[in-house]
């Protein structure tokens, strides 16, 4: 029988990468001191333009009527609400309310700019949407500017920031857009961008670098071969001596 010596063994193969191990520290350092400086963990990435052509409303001064609350939305929202209502008493709503509250430790809020980028921070829940602002505030390249964020669709202000994450229903996770909020013929370089400040801006992609730039290359692993079965041979079983019928003793 002929063996194939390669089949014996099975090595894993090398992800190669293209990343600078190098620019891969510096992203998280980048990160690190971006943590630091503003208490959470930001990352700043671009979203396609088929994918929030909907918050384009500096860009493409879209009416209050492209936002407007149709009957077809009131009656999906009432439907869900129908199917979702359970007969409970008001203690036990709040202890599941508590329950659920205790275990959610993180909230993750993505900002998105008529530029089509977006900037993502993580919460607490117990942080009010205040919080939000603030770091806002430090961060878009115009702060002197009023502003305001709103949810879509339908178009809705959030005016109430005295809320907190959970209560607001941005646990976990929500998606807000955010607008200056001048008139229409008043500093149009303002709203042509950029929306965040160069610092900001310089950790775009940051967290592709660190995710992508620590494949290491395996020792080969050797996979015994395993031992042919072995196959015992049937001997041909002894044939008794037969005595003739027409011998007669």
Do not use: C
Not at 25 to 31: G, R, V
Not at 58 to 76: G, N, P, Q
Not at 209 to 222: F, G, W, Y
């Amino acid at each position: 029988m002929i063996v194939d010596v390669s089949s014996q063994f099975s090595l894993k193969r090398r992800r190669f990468t293209n990343i600078d191990p190098m620019e891969a520290e510096e992203a998280k350092a980048k990160l690190a001191a971006a943590k630091e400086k503003f208490g959470r963990e930001i990352r700043v990435f671009e979203t396609s333009a088929a994918s929030s052509s909907q918050t384009e409303e500096s860009i493409t001064e879209e009416t209050d009527e492209f936002f407007e609350f149709t009957a077809e939305d009131y009656y999906r929202i009432m439907n869900a609400k129908k199917e979702d209502k359970v007969l409970k008493t008001r203690k036990l709503k709040e202890a599941e309310q508590a329950a659920r509250r205790s275990r959610i430790t993180k909230t993750v809020i993505r900002v998105r700019f008529p530029d089509n980028h977006t900037l993502e921070a993580t919460f607490h829940p117990s942080e009010t949407v205040q919080s939000l602002v603030d770091l806002l505030t430090k961060v878009v390249a115009r702060p002197e500017l009023p502003f305001y964020i709103y949810t879509t669709p339908p178009k809705k202000q959030i005016k109430d920031t005295s809320q907190d994450f959970y209560s607001a229903g941005f646990v976990p996770g929500a998606i807000v857009y955010f607008s200056y909020n001048i008139p229409k013929d008043d500093a149009s370089d303002a709203k042509s961008g950029p929306f965040l400040q160069e610092e900001i801006m310089s950790l775009k992609g940051l967290e592709l670098l660190t995710k992508h730039a620590e494949p290491v290359e395996s020792a080969p692993e050797t996979i015994p071969e395993a031992s042919p079965p072995v196959v015992q041979e049937k001997k041909p079983a002894e044939k008794k001596p037969v005595k003739p019928k027409w011998l007669k003793l």
